[in-house]
T-cell receptor, first 110, second 112 residues
Framework: KQEVTQIPAALSVPEGENLVLNCSFTDSAIYNLQWFRQDPGKGLTSLLLIQSSQREQTSGRLNASLDKSSGRSTLYIAASQPGDSATYLCAVRPGNQFYFGTGTSLTVIP | NAGVMQNPRHLVRRRGQEARLRCSPMKGHSHVYWYRQLPEEGLKFMVYLQKENIIDESGMPKERFSAEFPKEGPSILRIQQVVRGDSAAYFC??????????FGPGTRLTVT
């Protein structure tokens, strides 16, 4: 069974810092991996989707990488802003199901 | 293009009542997924549907829960005879091809 782990569970950084969020998964046989952000009491917003054949995807200040063989993905956020404060979730799709990690709660301090 | 819509956003039911949660996918999306998020826990897959078909319901409790996605109209997640442990946020996601998912705002169910 696929298990997805996200480290750290919580992170607090001053505004302007670059930061890395980690996601690891136990079964490397996946179709894709998707990063989301979730604001308190809200739904999930898709940030980046990486197909299994890809190594990375970029959108604005965000860059996600995928190393399928080692079961790892990272989300890099450049020049963090207070508006980036949220919970960040990764999800992997080995079949029909998507498996989610429990998230990293990010606080960016002005 | 409107996003995934869910209603109601908040639902309060007494123990033993039925809860019906609705999800309208994004235009052009024929894949629908339901997830449950219990307090202090991660999102757990419940069921995956395409129009008129249940593709994978391996995450759905065997009793009291059912889901459908009819040819016309929204997808429905139905919980019969609700219990306190059903209190959670229920999220629906849709996808065009089964790849990238787009989530709705969720329905927060409270069972009193």
């Amino acid at each position: 069974k696929q298990e997805v782990t996200q480290i750290p569970a919580a992170l607090s950084v001053p505004e302007g810092e670059n930061l890395v969020l980690n996601c690891s998964f136990t079964d490397s046989a996946i179709y894709n991996l998707q990063w989301f952000r979730q604001d308190p009491g809200k739904g999930l917003t898709s940030l980046l989707l990486i197909q299994s054949s890809q190594r990375e995807q970029t959108s604005g200040r965000l860059n996600a990488s995928l190393d399928k063989s080692s079961g790892r993905s990272t989300l890099y956020i450049a020049a963090s802003q207070p508006g980036d404060s949220a919970t960040y979730l990764c999800a992997v799709r080995p079949g029909n199901q998507f498996y989610f990690g429990t998230g990293t709660s990010l606080t960016v301090i002005p | 293009n409107a996003g995934v819509m869910q209603n109601p956003r908040h639902l309060v039911r007494r123990r033993g009542q039925e809860a019906r949660l609705r999800c309208s996918p994004m235009k052009g999306h024929s894949h629908v997924y339901w997830y449950r998020q219990l307090p202090e826990e991660g999102l757990k897959f419940m069921v995956y549907l395409q129009k008129e078909n249940i593709i994978d319901e391996s995450g759905m409790p065997k009793e009291r829960f059912s889901a459908e996605f009819p040819k016309e109209g929204p997808s429905i997640l139905r919980i019969q005879q609700v219990v306190r442990g059903d209190s959670a946020a229920y999220f629906c996601a849709s996808s065009r091809s089964g790849d990238e998912q787009y989530f709705g705002p969720g329905t927060r169910l409270t069972v009193t």
